[in-house]
């Protein structure tokens, strides 16, 4: 998992949304949407919950690090 893919979990797991994500990091919305697909696509994640288990897999993510 990259730098900026770790960072994008944990302002998940905080409870940012796309927009604030971007604004805090000084990305675009586009590119924090492509960060979360690929995330997504990385951890085995249906695209439909997507938002319920990005939370639990970042918890586990960030209790790793």
Do not use: D, W
């Amino acid at each position: 998992m990259s730098q900026s893919e770790f960072c994008v979990c944990c302002y998940l797991r905080a409870g940012y949304s796309n927009q604030q994500i971007g604004e805090a990091t000084g990305v675009g919305l586009r590119c924090v949407q492509t960060t979360r697909y690929r995330l997504r696509k990385k951890l085995p994640i249906a695209s439909s919950s997507a938002t319920g288990h990005i939370h639990s897999h970042t918890q586990k993510i960030v209790l790793m690090k």
